[in-house]
């Protein structure tokens, strides 16, 4: 597997964890209270971060050869 194509992947990756950080934001302030809509919520900003650091390093990292 090319550098690139493993690139694509995590940044999947990444998106994928974007999109399950909005659907419990949004699920935990619609539907839960108290303390497990804070752990709800606490849950979706770590994977919100953790997309965040993997979208940084697959820019810093540049263009690179198929």
């Not at 934001?25 to 539907?31: L, Q, W």
């Not at 919520?41 to 953790?50: A, G, K």
Request: with cysteine.
């Amino acid at each position: 597997m090319s550098q690139a194509l493993l690139n694509m992947w995590i940044s999947f990756i990444a998106l994928g964890l974007m999109f399950v950080s909005a659907g419990t934001a949004i699920f935990s302030r619609a539907k839960l209270k108290g303390w497990l809509q804070t752990t709800v919520l606490v849950f979706s900003f770590i994977c919100l971060m953790i997309s965040g650091i993997i979208v940084f390093f697959i820019v810093l990292g540049g263009p690179t050869s198929t």
